[in-house]
Nanobody, 126 residues
């Protein structure tokens, strides 16, 4: 059973930056992928960014392209999300996700990820 431990998040003013981190334990599979989804009140969960270690593939949600950067360490099963230029629309609960045997075309789907963290709140406000 994979467990995810998240850190980071909090309150930041518009234009500011935050960094989220996540570590996975209990990983036993190959073709592992990790990333972040978010959910704002009244909205569906959406991809923020994900990384698929086999192939080194990255995927970003359109609203965050050019502002957020995902990085990680396959050997340590860790992933981080650097968020710059934060906007009020980025306010949401951010979930660390992980999954096994995720194919490239499925990286953007929440259903591809079997493991979810507890979530961490990110609030962008004056």
């Amino acid at each position: 059973q994979v467990q995810l431990v998240e850190s980071g998040g909090g309150l930041v003013q518009p234009g500011g930056s935050l960094r989220l981190s996540c570590e996975a334990s209990g990983r036993t599979c190959s073709n592992f992928a990790m990333g972040w989804f978010r959910q704002a009140p009244g909205k569906e969960r959406e991809l923020v960014a994900s990384i698929r270690w086999s192939g080194g593939n990255l995927a970003y949600g359109d609203p965050v392209k050019g502002r957020f950067t995902i990085s990680g360490n396959n050997a340590k099963s860790t992933v981080s999300l650097q968020m710059n230029g934060l906007e009020p629309e980025d306010t949401a609960i951010y979930y660390c996700v992980a999954g096994c045997r995720i194919i490239l075309s499925a990286m953007r789907s929440a259903r591809s990820y079997d493991y979810w963290g507890q979530g961490t709140q990110v609030t962008v406000s004056q």
